[in-house]
């Protein structure tokens, strides 16, 4: 089935710095999205893609869809501590019902 | 404010019980979805439903069960032939199919230990 490579798995950072975190995928999808989750919590849609080649921000998150429609990156800027979290991709599939999530991003941030 | 509300938050099952998680949503979406996470893990989809009294199986349907009889409820039940119950459970909504690819959005999970 269809399936994404999230990478990487965790990262630990500094306060201040740059974050980028990536997913591939052998099939093609229509929509990128990236998504947070908090412990215990949901995940919160972050930023949705909807074009090949797309670049979206939404405050110190950029995201964009890869022209080939199989990739697309995150990158947070200037982290802080609350955007400790788990990071996920996903792809809306070409059928446009199916939504196929990557395993996840787990950031730590040290103050 | 319009959302997913699951309840409970917290919820305990004993053997061979079943056990019945909520998921309510205002926000007049037509599809429905429910997921299991596990810690570490990614999210797996357990049932989906696109409209109401339709609903299909999943990655990892077996052992619940599910229904659709209200635009805005989609209760999942953990049975008891469910051997490995212990995880996070998260409900989901979207627009649904008819209207355009849009995502889904989350509530805020129920998690079910077994006693």
């Known amino acids: 089935g269809q399936q994404l490579n999230q990478s990487p798995q965790s990262m630990f950072i500094q306060e201040g710095e740059d974050v980028s975190m990536n997913c591939t995928s052998s099939s093609i999808f229509n929509t990128w999205l990236w998504y947070k989750q908090d412990p215990g919590e949901g995940p919160v849609l972050l930023i949705a893609?909807?074009?090949?080649?797309e670049l979206t921000s939404n405050g110190r998150l950029t995201a964009q869809f890869g022209i080939t429609r199989k990739d697309s990156f995150l990158n947070i800027s200037a982290s802080i501590p609350s955007d400790v979290g788990i990071y996920f991709c996903a792809g809306l599939d070409t059928g446009g019902f199916k939504t196929i999530f990557g395993a996840g991003t787990r950031l730590f941030v040290k103050a | 404010d319009g959302g997913i509300t699951q309840s409970p938050k917290y919820l305990f099952r004993k053997e061979g019980q079943n056990v019945t998680l909520s998921c309510e949503q205002n926000l007049n979406h037509d599809a429905m979805y429910w997921y299991r996470q596990d810690p570490g893990q990614g999210l797996r989809l357990i049932y989906y439903s696109q409209i109401v009294n339709d609903f299909q199986k999943g990655d990892i349907a077996e052992g619940y069960s599910v229904s659709r009889e209200k635009k805005e409820s989609f209760p999942l039940t953990v049975t008891s032939a469910q051997k490995n119950p212990t995880a996070f459970y998260l409900c989901?909504?979207?627009?649904?199919?008819?209207?355009?690819?849009?995502?889904?959005?989350f509530g805020d999970g129920t998690r079910l230990s077994i006693l």
């Open positions: 893609l909807y074009k090949a080649g």
């Open positions: 989901a909504s979207s627009i649904g199919r008819a209207r355009g690819n849009q995502p889904q959005h």
